[in-house]
Protein backbone atom coordinates (compact mmCIF):
# COMPACT_ATOMS: atom_id res chain seq x y z
CA UNK A 1 0.00 0.00 0.00
CA UNK A 2 1.06 3.56 -0.51
CA UNK A 3 2.55 5.89 1.94
CA UNK A 4 -0.41 7.15 3.85
CA UNK A 5 -0.40 11.36 3.13
CA UNK A 6 1.44 13.97 5.92
CA UNK A 7 1.02 17.68 6.33
CA UNK A 8 4.05 19.30 5.15
CA UNK A 9 4.15 21.60 8.05
CA UNK A 10 2.95 21.99 11.57
CA UNK A 11 1.38 25.64 10.08
CA UNK A 12 -0.15 23.66 7.58
CA UNK A 13 -1.50 21.66 10.06
CA UNK A 14 -2.94 24.67 11.75
CA UNK A 15 -4.27 26.55 9.29
CA UNK A 16 -5.70 23.37 8.00
CA UNK A 17 -7.98 23.41 10.99
CA UNK A 18 -8.16 26.65 11.58
CA UNK A 19 -9.98 26.38 8.14
CA UNK A 20 -11.95 23.58 9.05
CA UNK A 21 -13.07 25.80 12.44
CA UNK A 22 -13.91 28.66 10.57
CA UNK A 23 -16.89 28.48 8.37
CA UNK A 24 -20.52 29.79 7.87
CA UNK A 25 -20.77 28.80 12.16
CA UNK A 26 -18.54 31.85 12.88
CA UNK A 27 -19.79 34.42 9.62
CA UNK A 28 -23.56 32.98 9.46
CA UNK A 29 -24.68 31.56 12.58
CA UNK A 30 -22.76 33.21 15.23
CA UNK A 31 -23.80 36.43 14.25
CA UNK A 32 -27.08 35.23 13.80
CA UNK A 33 -27.33 33.31 16.84
CA UNK A 34 -26.12 36.88 19.24
CA UNK A 35 -28.45 38.59 17.55
CA UNK A 36 -31.22 36.76 18.75
CA UNK A 37 -30.01 35.50 22.11
CA UNK A 38 -29.25 38.11 23.66
CA UNK A 39 -26.06 39.73 22.36
CA UNK A 40 -23.05 40.14 24.72
CA UNK A 41 -24.82 37.10 26.90
CA UNK A 42 -24.85 34.83 24.40
CA UNK A 43 -20.91 35.90 23.62
CA UNK A 44 -19.92 35.66 26.80
CA UNK A 45 -20.92 31.92 27.34
CA UNK A 46 -19.46 31.35 24.09
CA UNK A 47 -16.39 32.09 24.85
CA UNK A 48 -16.66 30.00 28.39
CA UNK A 49 -17.68 26.97 26.09
CA UNK A 50 -15.21 27.37 23.96
CA UNK A 51 -12.64 27.55 26.08
CA UNK A 52 -13.89 25.61 28.93
CA UNK A 53 -15.22 22.64 26.85
CA UNK A 54 -14.01 23.30 23.79
CA UNK A 55 -10.57 23.34 24.11
CA UNK A 56 -10.41 19.87 26.34
CA UNK A 57 -12.85 18.23 23.97
CA UNK A 58 -10.59 19.34 20.46
CA UNK A 59 -7.72 17.96 22.73
CA UNK A 60 -9.41 14.66 22.90
CA UNK A 61 -10.09 14.63 19.14
CA UNK A 62 -6.40 15.58 18.33
CA UNK A 63 -4.61 12.87 20.46
CA UNK A 64 -7.07 9.76 19.17
CA UNK A 65 -6.38 11.30 15.51
CA UNK A 66 -2.49 11.62 16.04
CA UNK A 67 -2.37 7.98 18.21
CA UNK A 68 -3.83 6.35 15.97
CA UNK A 69 -2.44 7.69 12.83
CA UNK A 70 -5.71 6.79 10.45
CA UNK A 71 -8.99 7.80 9.64
CA UNK A 72 -11.89 8.69 12.47
CA UNK A 73 -13.77 5.61 12.05
CA UNK A 74 -10.52 2.66 12.39
CA UNK A 75 -8.85 5.00 14.63
CA UNK A 76 -10.79 3.16 17.79
CA UNK A 77 -9.88 -0.15 16.36
CA UNK A 78 -6.24 0.91 16.04
CA UNK A 79 -6.01 2.34 19.71
CA UNK A 80 -7.17 -1.10 20.81
CA UNK A 81 -11.22 -0.38 21.34
CA UNK A 82 -13.04 -1.78 18.38
CA UNK A 83 -16.16 -1.34 20.30
CA UNK A 84 -16.08 2.30 20.41
CA UNK A 85 -15.52 2.22 16.23
CA UNK A 86 -19.59 3.41 16.54
CA UNK A 87 -18.16 6.53 17.67
CA UNK A 88 -16.18 7.10 14.80
CA UNK A 89 -18.57 6.07 12.08
CA UNK A 90 -21.41 8.23 14.19
CA UNK A 91 -18.49 11.18 13.63
CA UNK A 92 -18.57 10.36 9.97
CA UNK A 93 -22.21 10.01 9.54
CA UNK A 94 -23.10 13.22 11.14
CA UNK A 95 -20.58 14.94 9.01
CA UNK A 96 -21.61 13.62 6.26
CA UNK A 97 -25.44 14.57 7.39
CA UNK A 98 -24.08 18.66 7.63
CA UNK A 99 -22.20 18.84 4.37
CA UNK A 100 -25.42 17.94 2.52
CA UNK A 101 -26.91 20.95 3.62
CA UNK A 102 -24.01 22.80 4.15
CA UNK A 103 -23.20 23.28 0.70
CA UNK A 104 -26.91 24.27 0.09
CA UNK A 105 -26.01 27.36 1.94
CA UNK A 106 -22.58 27.57 0.37
CA UNK A 107 -24.31 27.82 -2.94
CA UNK A 108 -26.25 30.54 -1.79
CA UNK A 109 -23.18 32.52 -0.93
CA UNK A 110 -21.83 31.85 -4.58
CA UNK A 111 -25.52 33.04 -5.73
CA UNK A 112 -25.22 36.01 -3.64
CA UNK A 113 -21.20 36.97 -4.69
CA UNK A 114 -22.83 37.59 -8.31
CA UNK A 115 -25.80 38.89 -7.16
CA UNK A 116 -23.83 41.66 -5.40
CA UNK A 117 -21.70 42.14 -8.37
CA UNK A 118 -24.92 42.72 -10.11
CA UNK A 119 -27.01 44.58 -7.69
CA UNK A 120 -29.73 41.81 -8.59
CA UNK A 121 -31.18 42.18 -4.77
CA UNK A 122 -31.22 45.72 -4.69
CA UNK A 123 -34.99 46.09 -5.46
CA UNK A 124 -36.17 43.62 -2.65
CA UNK A 125 -33.90 41.69 -0.55
CA UNK A 126 -36.36 39.66 1.33
CA UNK A 127 -38.00 38.49 -2.18
CA UNK A 128 -34.66 37.89 -3.56
CA UNK A 129 -33.56 35.52 -1.12
CA UNK A 130 -36.73 33.85 -1.49
CA UNK A 131 -36.44 33.38 -5.44
CA UNK A 132 -32.37 31.75 -5.06
CA UNK A 133 -32.29 29.71 -1.56
CA UNK A 134 -34.94 27.21 -2.58
CA UNK A 135 -35.18 25.76 -6.50
CA UNK A 136 -33.60 24.34 -8.85
CA UNK A 137 -31.13 27.25 -8.91
CA UNK A 138 -30.63 26.54 -5.24
CA UNK A 139 -29.72 23.35 -6.79
CA UNK A 140 -27.53 24.51 -9.26
CA UNK A 141 -25.42 26.63 -7.08
CA UNK A 142 -25.18 23.83 -4.31
CA UNK A 143 -23.75 21.35 -7.05
CA UNK A 144 -21.08 24.11 -7.73
CA UNK A 145 -19.83 24.68 -4.20
CA UNK A 146 -20.07 20.74 -4.14
CA UNK A 147 -17.98 20.46 -6.73
CA UNK A 148 -15.11 22.93 -5.62
CA UNK A 149 -15.12 21.23 -2.20
CA UNK A 150 -14.45 17.96 -4.16
CA UNK A 151 -11.44 19.34 -6.59
CA UNK A 152 -9.59 20.46 -3.20
CA UNK A 153 -10.29 17.26 -1.68
CA UNK A 154 -9.12 15.34 -4.69
CA UNK A 155 -5.45 16.83 -4.77
CA UNK A 156 -5.19 15.50 -1.26
CA UNK A 157 -3.81 16.64 2.11
CA UNK A 158 -0.11 18.95 1.32
CA UNK A 159 -1.27 19.78 -2.48
CA UNK A 160 -4.68 20.32 -1.77
CA UNK A 161 -6.26 20.88 1.06
CA UNK A 162 -2.75 22.63 2.70
CA UNK A 163 -1.63 24.04 -0.16
CA UNK A 164 -5.78 26.10 -0.08
CA UNK A 165 -5.76 26.66 3.31
CA UNK A 166 -2.76 28.27 3.47
CA UNK A 167 -4.09 30.88 1.29
CA UNK A 168 -7.82 30.56 2.13
CA UNK A 169 -7.08 31.20 6.28
CA UNK A 170 -5.01 34.08 6.00
CA UNK A 171 -7.05 35.54 3.09
CA UNK A 172 -10.26 35.58 5.42
CA UNK A 173 -8.65 37.49 8.67
CA UNK A 174 -7.59 40.09 6.21
CA UNK A 175 -10.51 40.76 4.58
CA UNK A 176 -12.38 40.64 7.65
CA UNK A 177 -10.38 43.56 9.49
CA UNK A 178 -11.15 45.38 6.67
CA UNK A 179 -14.74 44.91 6.91
CA UNK A 180 -14.88 45.74 10.71
CA UNK A 181 -12.82 48.53 10.23
CA UNK A 182 -15.10 50.01 7.67
CA UNK A 183 -18.64 49.06 9.83
CA UNK A 184 -17.16 51.14 12.56
CA UNK A 185 -17.07 54.18 10.92
CA UNK A 186 -20.39 54.31 9.54
CA UNK A 187 -22.70 56.46 11.22
CA UNK A 188 -25.37 54.84 13.97
CA UNK A 189 -23.01 51.68 14.53
CA UNK A 190 -22.27 52.92 17.68
CA UNK A 191 -24.97 51.19 19.83
CA UNK A 192 -24.08 47.81 17.86
CA UNK A 193 -21.45 47.58 20.04
CA UNK A 194 -23.21 47.81 23.45
CA UNK A 195 -25.39 45.44 22.21
CA UNK A 196 -22.65 43.22 21.32
CA UNK A 197 -20.19 43.69 23.69
CA UNK A 198 -21.77 44.32 26.89
CA UNK A 199 -23.43 41.02 28.23
CA UNK A 200 -27.25 41.91 29.85
CA UNK A 201 -26.71 39.55 32.99
CA UNK A 202 -30.05 39.38 33.81
CA UNK A 203 -30.77 38.31 30.61
CA UNK A 204 -28.82 35.48 30.80
CA UNK A 205 -30.02 34.47 34.11
CA UNK A 206 -33.92 34.64 32.77
CA UNK A 207 -33.14 32.46 29.98
CA UNK A 208 -30.06 30.47 31.40
CA UNK A 209 -31.85 27.09 30.17
CA UNK A 210 -31.71 27.90 26.22
CA UNK A 211 -29.01 30.58 26.10
CA UNK A 212 -26.74 28.20 27.25
CA UNK A 213 -27.29 24.88 25.02
CA UNK A 214 -27.08 27.13 22.10
CA UNK A 215 -23.90 28.47 23.14
CA UNK A 216 -22.76 24.95 23.77
CA UNK A 217 -23.25 23.72 20.48
CA UNK A 218 -22.58 26.65 18.48
CA UNK A 219 -19.17 26.09 19.89
CA UNK A 220 -18.96 22.67 18.77
CA UNK A 221 -20.18 23.08 15.71
CA UNK A 222 -17.70 25.98 14.74
CA UNK A 223 -14.79 23.39 16.57
CA UNK A 224 -15.46 21.45 13.93
CA UNK A 225 -15.95 18.60 16.50
CA UNK A 226 -17.58 15.58 16.73
CA UNK A 227 -17.51 14.87 13.06
CA UNK A 228 -14.47 12.87 12.91
CA UNK A 229 -12.82 16.03 11.06
CA UNK A 230 -10.28 16.85 13.61
CA UNK A 231 -9.75 13.42 14.24
CA UNK A 232 -8.87 12.89 10.82
CA UNK A 233 -6.93 15.90 10.29
CA UNK A 234 -4.74 15.52 13.42
CA UNK A 235 -4.25 11.66 12.06
CA UNK A 236 -1.62 13.45 9.18
CA UNK A 237 0.13 14.79 12.00
CA UNK A 238 3.95 12.59 11.59
CA UNK A 239 5.80 15.11 13.66
CA UNK A 240 5.97 15.67 17.57
CA UNK A 241 4.49 19.25 18.03
CA UNK A 242 2.77 20.52 21.01
CA UNK A 243 -0.81 19.16 20.93
CA UNK A 244 -1.94 21.90 23.44
CA UNK A 245 -0.09 23.92 22.22
CA UNK A 246 -1.53 23.83 18.43
CA UNK A 247 -4.84 23.24 20.24
CA UNK A 248 -4.88 26.60 21.92
CA UNK A 249 -3.82 28.43 18.96
CA UNK A 250 -6.78 26.83 16.79
CA UNK A 251 -9.90 27.42 19.13
CA UNK A 252 -8.43 31.24 19.94
CA UNK A 253 -7.96 31.55 16.10
CA UNK A 254 -11.49 30.30 15.65
CA UNK A 255 -13.10 32.26 18.49
CA UNK A 256 -11.21 35.43 17.09
CA UNK A 257 -12.47 35.00 13.88
CA UNK A 258 -16.26 34.50 15.22
CA UNK A 259 -16.24 37.86 17.06
CA UNK A 260 -14.40 39.84 14.05
CA UNK A 261 -17.56 38.66 12.43
CA UNK A 262 -19.96 39.93 14.64
CA UNK A 263 -17.98 42.97 14.54
CA UNK A 264 -18.89 43.71 10.91
CA UNK A 265 -22.20 41.87 10.60
CA UNK A 266 -24.07 43.55 13.80
CA UNK A 267 -22.80 47.13 12.91
CA UNK A 268 -24.66 46.82 9.64
CA UNK A 269 -27.56 45.53 11.03
CA UNK A 270 -27.76 47.81 13.84
CA UNK A 271 -27.17 50.56 10.96
CA UNK A 272 -29.57 49.16 8.74
CA UNK A 273 -32.55 48.64 11.18
CA UNK A 274 -31.32 50.13 14.39
CA UNK A 275 -31.88 46.89 16.91
CA UNK A 276 -31.37 43.26 15.70
CA UNK A 277 -33.19 40.68 17.41
CA UNK A 278 -36.70 41.39 16.01
CA UNK A 279 -35.13 41.07 12.03
CA UNK A 280 -32.93 38.51 12.65
CA UNK A 281 -35.39 36.30 14.44
CA UNK A 282 -37.97 36.92 12.15
CA UNK A 283 -36.15 35.24 9.35
CA UNK A 284 -34.65 31.91 10.06
CA UNK A 285 -31.49 30.32 8.47
CA UNK A 286 -31.99 33.58 5.65
CA UNK A 287 -32.56 36.32 7.97
CA UNK A 288 -28.62 36.75 7.87
CA UNK A 289 -28.89 37.24 3.68
CA UNK A 290 -31.62 39.11 3.98
CA UNK A 291 -30.91 41.75 6.56
CA UNK A 292 -27.06 41.95 5.13
CA UNK A 293 -27.89 42.25 1.67
CA UNK A 294 -30.32 44.85 2.89
CA UNK A 295 -27.81 46.73 4.27
CA UNK A 296 -25.43 46.54 1.30
CA UNK A 297 -28.55 47.80 -0.87
CA UNK A 298 -28.61 51.00 1.64
CA UNK A 299 -25.37 51.86 0.18
CA UNK A 300 -25.29 52.08 -3.40
CA UNK A 301 -22.90 51.39 -5.68
CA UNK A 302 -20.28 50.87 -2.93
CA UNK A 303 -22.55 48.41 -1.45
CA UNK A 304 -22.07 46.50 -4.56
CA UNK A 305 -18.22 46.39 -4.26
CA UNK A 306 -18.90 45.54 -0.01
CA UNK A 307 -21.52 42.94 -1.11
CA UNK A 308 -18.70 41.52 -3.21
CA UNK A 309 -15.89 40.98 -0.55
CA UNK A 310 -18.57 40.19 2.24
CA UNK A 311 -19.96 37.01 0.27
CA UNK A 312 -16.42 36.48 -1.22
CA UNK A 313 -14.65 36.26 2.73
CA UNK A 314 -17.98 34.21 3.18
CA UNK A 315 -17.31 31.54 0.52
CA UNK A 316 -13.78 31.02 1.55
CA UNK A 317 -14.56 30.26 4.58
CA UNK A 318 -17.29 27.94 3.95
CA UNK A 319 -15.20 26.03 1.56
CA UNK A 320 -12.35 25.31 4.07
CA UNK A 321 -14.27 24.12 6.18
CA UNK A 322 -16.51 21.44 3.95
CA UNK A 323 -13.09 19.85 2.51
CA UNK A 324 -12.66 19.34 6.38
CA UNK A 325 -16.36 16.99 6.28
CA UNK A 326 -15.76 15.69 3.00
CA UNK A 327 -12.14 14.28 3.91
CA UNK A 328 -13.85 12.21 6.54
CA UNK A 329 -14.84 10.04 4.53
CA UNK A 330 -12.77 9.73 1.55
CA UNK A 331 -9.85 9.38 4.30
CA UNK A 332 -11.84 6.31 5.03
CA UNK A 333 -12.18 4.50 2.21
CA UNK A 334 -8.82 5.73 1.11
CA UNK A 335 -7.27 4.12 4.20
CA UNK A 336 -9.28 1.25 4.52
CA UNK A 337 -10.07 0.33 0.84
CA UNK A 338 -6.89 1.26 -0.77
CA UNK A 339 -9.22 3.36 -3.48
CA UNK A 340 -7.94 6.38 -5.59
CA UNK A 341 -8.84 9.50 -3.59
CA UNK A 342 -10.06 11.66 -6.21
CA UNK A 343 -12.84 8.87 -6.87
CA UNK A 344 -13.72 8.67 -3.32
CA UNK A 345 -13.97 13.14 -3.03
CA UNK A 346 -16.37 12.53 -6.10
CA UNK A 347 -18.62 10.24 -5.53
CA UNK A 348 -19.15 11.37 -2.12
CA UNK A 349 -19.24 14.64 -3.45
CA UNK A 350 -21.95 13.35 -5.81
CA UNK A 351 -24.00 11.46 -3.24
CA UNK A 352 -24.07 14.52 -0.67
CA UNK A 353 -25.24 16.26 -3.47
CA UNK A 354 -28.09 14.61 -4.17
CA UNK A 355 -29.26 13.89 -0.04
CA UNK A 356 -28.72 18.03 0.00
CA UNK A 357 -30.93 18.64 -3.27
CA UNK A 358 -33.85 18.06 -0.40
CA UNK A 359 -32.28 21.10 1.61
CA UNK A 360 -32.01 22.86 -1.70
CA UNK A 361 -35.58 22.90 -2.89
CA UNK A 362 -36.94 23.87 0.55
CA UNK A 363 -35.94 25.05 3.41
CA UNK A 364 -38.00 23.95 5.50
CA UNK A 365 -35.63 20.39 4.97
CA UNK A 366 -31.74 22.26 5.73
CA UNK A 367 -33.97 23.47 8.94
CA UNK A 368 -34.64 20.34 10.23
CA UNK A 369 -31.33 18.71 9.07
CA UNK A 370 -30.08 21.39 10.63
CA UNK A 371 -32.06 21.18 14.10
CA UNK A 372 -31.23 17.68 14.59
CA UNK A 373 -27.55 18.26 13.88
CA UNK A 374 -27.38 21.18 16.14
CA UNK A 375 -29.06 20.15 18.81
CA UNK A 376 -28.82 16.12 18.91
CA UNK A 377 -26.58 14.53 16.98
CA UNK A 378 -23.74 16.63 17.86
CA UNK A 379 -24.08 16.46 21.28
CA UNK A 380 -24.17 12.75 20.96
CA UNK A 381 -21.35 12.31 19.50
CA UNK A 382 -19.27 14.73 21.18
CA UNK A 383 -20.26 13.46 24.39
CA UNK A 384 -19.39 9.96 23.46
CA UNK A 385 -15.98 10.85 22.33
CA UNK A 386 -15.32 12.76 25.48
CA UNK A 387 -16.54 9.80 27.73
CA UNK A 388 -13.66 7.52 25.45
CA UNK A 389 -10.87 9.98 25.95
CA UNK A 390 -11.52 10.52 29.21
CA UNK A 391 -12.69 7.30 31.01
CA UNK A 392 -11.39 4.74 28.73
CA UNK A 393 -8.31 5.50 27.24
CA UNK A 394 -7.56 7.90 29.87
CA UNK A 395 -4.03 7.07 30.52
CA UNK A 396 -2.92 6.19 27.09
CA UNK A 397 -4.57 9.79 26.31
CA UNK A 398 -2.00 11.43 28.74
CA UNK A 399 1.02 9.76 27.68
CA UNK A 400 -0.10 11.21 23.78
CA UNK A 401 -0.83 14.54 24.95
CA UNK A 402 2.52 14.97 26.69
CA UNK A 403 4.28 13.65 23.56
CA UNK A 404 5.94 16.62 22.17
CA UNK A 405 5.75 18.95 24.86
CA UNK A 406 8.34 18.47 26.79
CA UNK A 407 7.07 17.57 30.01
CA UNK A 408 3.47 18.54 30.64
CA UNK A 409 2.66 16.88 33.36
CA UNK A 410 0.37 18.84 35.45
CA UNK A 411 -1.34 20.41 32.04
CA UNK A 412 -2.00 16.64 30.87
CA UNK A 413 -3.06 15.95 34.72
CA UNK A 414 -5.74 18.66 34.30
CA UNK A 415 -7.07 18.02 31.00
CA UNK A 416 -7.54 14.68 31.63
CA UNK A 417 -9.97 15.66 34.56
CA UNK A 418 -11.32 18.47 32.99
CA UNK A 419 -12.42 16.04 30.16
CA UNK A 420 -13.78 13.48 32.32
CA UNK A 421 -15.48 15.68 34.90
CA UNK A 422 -16.94 19.22 34.32
CA UNK A 423 -16.50 18.78 30.22
CA UNK A 424 -18.54 15.89 30.18
CA UNK A 425 -21.13 17.25 32.49
CA UNK A 426 -21.39 20.24 30.07
CA UNK A 427 -21.96 18.31 27.20
CA UNK A 428 -24.54 15.86 28.83
CA UNK A 429 -26.98 18.93 29.95
CA UNK A 430 -26.39 20.75 25.95
CA UNK A 431 -27.61 16.94 25.09
CA UNK A 432 -30.06 16.87 27.60
CA UNK A 433 -31.40 20.55 27.12
CA UNK A 434 -31.10 20.21 23.09
CA UNK A 435 -33.46 16.89 23.56
CA UNK A 436 -35.97 18.72 26.06
CA UNK A 437 -35.99 21.53 24.16
CA UNK A 438 -36.88 19.55 20.66
CA UNK A 439 -39.23 17.76 22.41
CA UNK A 440 -41.16 20.71 24.17
CA UNK A 441 -40.79 23.02 21.30
CA UNK A 442 -40.46 21.55 17.85
CA UNK A 443 -37.95 23.61 16.05
CA UNK A 444 -38.78 21.10 13.50
CA UNK A 445 -41.63 22.74 10.93
CA UNK A 446 -41.43 19.98 8.45
CA UNK A 447 -45.14 19.36 8.21
N1 LIG B 1 -16.70 24.48 11.93
C1 LIG B 1 -17.37 24.76 10.70
C2 LIG B 1 -18.10 26.08 10.80
O1 LIG B 1 -18.01 26.77 11.78
C3 LIG B 1 -18.34 23.72 10.31
C4 LIG B 1 -17.79 22.35 10.35
C5 LIG B 1 -18.26 21.46 11.23
C6 LIG B 1 -16.76 21.98 9.53
C7 LIG B 1 -17.72 20.22 11.32
C8 LIG B 1 -16.20 20.74 9.61
C9 LIG B 1 -16.67 19.86 10.51
O2 LIG B 1 -18.75 26.48 9.89
Known amino acids: MAEREAWGTRLGFILAAVGSA ?12 TATNGGAAFVFVYLLA ?17 RAEINAVEAFKRLGRPAWTVVGALGLFIGMWILSYYSVVGGWVIRYIVGSATGAYFDGAGTYFNAVSA ?63 SPDFGYLSNNLGEVVPFAVSQAFFSLSLGMGAMITYASYLSEDDSLPADGGLIVVLNTAVGLLAGLVVVPLLFVQFGDVPETAAAGGPGALFVSVAQAFTD ?67 LTWFDTLAYQVLLPVSVLLGVVFVGWVYGPEAVDEIKRGTGGGETFAMAWLWSVRTFVLLGV ?20
Open 22 to 33: VGLGNIWQFPFK
Open 50 to 66: ALLIGLPAILGEFVVGR
Open 135 to 197: GWDAVAFHALFMGLTAVIVAFGIEEGIERATKLMVPSIVVILVGLAVYAFTLDGAGPAYGFYL
Open 299 to 365: LGVAGRALGVVFFLVVLIAALSSAISLLEVVTAYFVDNYGYAREKVAFAFAGGLFAVGTLSALDTAW
Open 428 to 447: FATLYLGVTSIYSAPAIPLV
